[in-house]
């Protein structure tokens, strides 16, 4: 490769010669971007495939005969880990992330294109070593998708071989990857700005993901430890996590080891990991909807110091996942008090994005809906989400369907919008073509409604105690006989809005031959990523100079200006100098 020194920021390229280089061994973040992307879209769709067969098993018991119990357990153990953190958490740290932080800031490259290209590979191999675990004997592990020892590798459990042993090194392989990408993305966001960018002038959608990989560069190394650990105790007969276990008579040669321990080291990353996927999420949300309601967003310094205070409240709030695990009663109160703090600076995000909208010229196009769509299911699985922070709510519904409606409404429907609201608004940037406007909201509609009829009943049957991850339910003489009808209609409606993300798959190839071409700034935003000199984006993004920000990224509807948007890069007049922020 030819390197080309760019005495502007003191960086040096690496230009590819070839194809390979240009398109397989890439340092160019917006390829890396993509392939993030493509990676994080096909994992995903076999954790859709896998949720499509719960529904089935849950919806029709007994009529699949494939579906057995093992391979049950197996399912919802790797859908929720694959949504979790192979699809969600990689598609916006390790795509948009990619995509957007240099574009968003000014910059050429990522601070090491080198290690980026890299983290992509070895979060590649991660998800390659996740996936063989369904062909190992045994199959792939059905500890649940906490894996929470001694069951995720005692024998007589769904993979509690090799298929928890590969989970295991999948997930270390992961963190590896995430700590190469995450110092990209923290160092080119604070040292690789471009002139005029301070850090109150940066959108919102850098601030999330630049604060989301702050928590995941402190809470996965707890990830990492866990699982060196438990692999320890799988494969050398260690007892970090394991005690002392009798069975028929006969008593384990582990002793001393405490599950609870495992417990305290995944949740210190699980409930971060919520905000590493909420973060992404609440940043692009708010440029969606202040590109497509035509008006600043509300409040950006109060958005900014929310996202900075979620952030480091998301670390004292783990435990109240362990409720009913026996802890002090005093430490259920302290867990309790500081999940409904978090739930302010969450809660002031959600005013300000309605108060955005309010007496603004909201367009309502394809990104627009699936922002819109956002706020109302964020709203919903929080609220629900309160109920579950009280300890004396907790307890009862604890492991029922109310923790799933709740989870999936806040973390697996919310997200998606987002991901889909973002992937419409940025597709024209980085391939010169839009996306079909009505197979778009043919893809809303059906997502939006139907994930409603998917998770609004499971708070119902969860109310009524039907316990989650079970294989069947019997004769359900516990319960009414609705919870089977319910359960028939979730299925059916499942896989009514699984199809319908074939649509969106099938818009994305198609509209990259024969979408309509795009202009180089067709939703007329502010931001520095529409100011690029080519669309798509060169390697090295701005030509021989890079831009000069002299305003912040929300400057819409201003009085005086002679249209209703303000490119960053433009300098003050005398009628728009009082926008400059």
Same mark, same amino acid.
């Given at each position: 490769?030819?390197?080309?020194?760019?005495?502007?920021?003191?960086?040096?390229?690496?230009?590819?010669?070839?194809?390979?280089?240009?398109?397989?061994?890439?340092?160019?973040?917006?390829?890396?971007?993509?392939?993030?992307?493509?990676?994080?879209?096909?994992?995903?769709?076999?954790?859709?495939?896998?949720?499509?067969?719960?529904?089935?098993?849950?919806?029709?018991?007994?009529?699949?005969?494939?579906?057995?119990?093992?391979?049950?357990? *197996?399912?919802?153990?790797?859908?929720?880990?694959?949504?979790?953190?192979?699809?969600?958490?990689?598609?916006?740290?390790?795509?948009?992330?990619?995509?957007?932080?240099?574009?968003?800031?000014?910059?050429?490259?990522?601070?090491?294109?080198?290690?980026?290209?890299?983290?992509?590979?070895?979060?590649?191999?991660?998800?390659?070593?996740?996936?063989?675990?369904?062909?190992?004997?045994?199959?792939?592990?059905?500890?649940?998708?906490?894996?929470?020892?001694?069951?995720?590798?005692?024998?007589?459990?769904?993979?509690?071989?090799?298929?928890?042993?590969?989970?295991?090194?999948?997930?270390?392989?992961?963190?590896?990857?995430?700590?190469?990408?995450?110092?990209?993305?923290?160092?080119?966001?604070?040292?690789?700005?471009?002139?005029?960018?301070?850090?109150?002038?940066?959108?919102? *959608?850098?601030?999330?993901?630049?604060?989301?990989?702050?928590?995941?560069?402190?809470?996965?190394?707890?990830?990492?430890?866990?699982?060196?650990?438990?692999?320890?105790?799988?494969?050398?007969?260690?007892?970090?996590?394991?005690?002392?276990?009798?069975?028929?008579?006969?008593?384990?040669?582990?002793?001393?080891?405490?599950?609870?321990?495992?417990?305290?080291?995944?949740?210190?990353?699980?409930?971060?990991?919520?905000?590493?996927?909420?973060?992404?999420?609440?940043?692009?949300?708010?440029?969606?909807?202040?590109?497509?309601?035509?008006?600043?967003?509300?409040?950006?310094?109060?958005?900014?110091?929310?996202?900075?205070?979620?952030?480091?409240? *998301?670390?004292?709030?783990?435990?109240?996942?362990?409720?009913?695990?026996?802890?002090?009663?005093?430490?259920?109160?302290?867990?309790?008090?500081?999940?409904?703090?978090?739930?302010?600076?969450?809660?002031?995000?959600?005013?300000?994005?309605?108060?955005?909208?309010?007496?603004?010229?909201?367009?309502?196009?394809?990104?627009?809906?699936?922002?819109?769509?956002?706020?109302?299911?964020?709203?919903?699985?929080?609220?629900?989400?309160?109920?579950?922070?009280?300890?004396?709510?907790?307890?009862?519904?604890?492991?029922?369907?109310?923790?799933?409606?709740?989870?999936?409404?806040?973390?697996?429907?919310?997200?998606?919008?987002?991901?889909?609201?973002?992937?419409?608004?940025?597709?024209?940037?980085?391939?010169?073509?839009?996306?079909?406007?009505?197979?778009?909201?043919?893809?809303?509609?059906?997502?939006?409604?139907?994930?409603?009829?998917?998770?609004?009943?499971?708070?119902?049957?969860?109310?009524?105690?039907?316990?989650?991850?079970?294989?069947?339910?019997?004769?359900?003489? *516990?319960?009414?006989?609705?919870?089977?009808?319910?359960?028939?209609?979730?299925?059916?409606?499942?896989?009514?809005?699984?199809?319908?993300?074939?649509?969106?798959?099938?818009?994305?190839?198609?509209?990259?031959?024969?979408?309509?071409?795009?202009?180089?700034?067709?939703?007329?935003?502010?931001?520095?990523?529409?100011?690029?000199?080519?669309?798509?984006?060169?390697?090295?993004?701005?030509?021989?100079?890079?831009?000069?920000?002299?305003?912040?990224?929300?400057?819409?509807?201003?009085?005086?200006?002679?249209?209703?948007?303000?490119?960053?890069?433009?300098?003050?007049?005398?009628?728009?100098?009082?926008?400059?922020?």
């Amino acid at each position: 490769m030819a390197h080309v020194a760019l005495a502007d920021k003191g960086q040096e390229l690496a230009h590819p010669k070839t194809w390979i280089g240009a398109y397989v061994w890439s340092q160019d973040h917006k390829v890396i971007g993509i392939q993030y992307i493509i990676t994080a879209t096909l994992v995903g769709l076999v954790a859709l495939a896998l949720s499509a067969m719960m529904r089935l098993q849950l919806g029709f018991p007994g009529v699949f005969d494939l579906i057995q119990p093992n391979e049950y357990y *197996s399912a919802v153990t790797m859908h929720g880990m694959i949504m979790v953190v192979f699809m969600l958490t990689a598609f916006f740290l390790g795509g948009f992330g990619n995509l957007l932080i240099p574009l968003m800031c000014g910059a050429r490259d990522m601070a090491f294109p080198y290690m980026n290209m890299l983290s992509f590979w070895v979060y590649l191999a991660s998800v390659i070593v996740l996936c063989a675990s369904f062909f190992v004997p045994g199959g792939a592990t059905g500890a649940g998708w906490t894996l929470y020892p001694p069951q995720a590798i005692t024998e007589g459990s769904a993979g509690s071989g090799m298929g928890i042993i590969l989970m295991l090194v999948s997930l270390a392989l992961f963190i590896v990857a995430f700590t190469m990408g995450g110092l990209n993305y923290i160092t080119t966001a604070f040292q690789a700005r471009t002139r005029g960018m301070t850090l109150m002038r940066m959108p919102l *959608s850098v601030w999330g993901i630049v604060m989301a990989t702050i928590l995941g560069l402190l809470a996965f190394p707890a990830l990492l430890v866990a699982a060196i650990m438990m692999l320890l105790d799988a494969l050398l007969g260690t007892s970090f996590f394991m005690p002392a276990i009798s069975d028929l008579g006969e008593v384990s040669s582990t002793t001393g080891g405490t599950p609870i321990l495992f417990q305290h080291l995944f949740w210190f990353f699980g409930h971060p990991e919520v905000y590493i996927v909420a973060l992404p999420m609440f940043g692009i949300a708010s440029d969606l909807i202040s590109t497509h309601a035509r008006k600043n967003i509300f409040g950006y310094r109060m958005m900014v110091w929310a996202i900075i205070a979620i952030g480091g409240l *998301s670390f004292i709030v783990w435990a109240h996942h362990m409720y009913v695990s026996g802890m002090n009663p005093y430490f259920g109160f302290f867990f309790a008090t500081t999940t409904l703090i978090i739930a302010v600076p969450t809660a002031l995000k959600v005013y300000n994005w309605v108060l955005t909208l309010w007496q603004g010229n909201i367009h309502l196009n394809v990104p627009m809906l699936f922002a819109i769509g956002f706020i109302f299911t964020f709203i919903h699985g929080g609220i629900t989400g309160l109920f579950l922070g009280n300890v004396a709510v907790d307890v009862p519904l604890s492991d029922t369907y109310f923790v799933i409606g709740h989870f999936h409404m806040v973390m697996g429907v919310s997200p998606f919008l987002i991901v889909f609201g973002g992937m419409y608004h940025w597709y024209p940037k980085f391939t010169g073509r839009m996306l079909n406007d009505t197979m778009g909201k043919i893809h809303f509609w059906v997502t939006f409604l139907g994930t409603y009829a998917i998770y609004l009943p499971m708070h119902y049957i969860g109310i009524l105690g039907v316990p989650r991850r079970y294989f069947a339910y019997g004769s359900l003489d *516990s319960f009414p006989d609705s919870v089977h009808v319910i359960n028939t209609s979730i299925t059916i409606a499942a896989l009514i809005v699984g199809t319908a993300q074939l649509l969106f798959i099938y818009n994305l190839v198609w509209s990259l031959f024969k979408g309509e071409k795009a202009s180089s700034n067709p939703w007329r935003a502010t931001t520095l990523e529409w100011q690029t000199p080519d669309t798509p984006p060169k390697h090295g993004n701005w030509g021989p100079e890079l831009p000069v920000v002299h305003r912040w990224a929300y400057s819409y509807s201003v009085p005086g200006a002679r249209e209703d948007f303000i490119p960053q890069t433009e300098e003050p007049s005398e009628n728009t100098k009082g926008d400059v922020h």
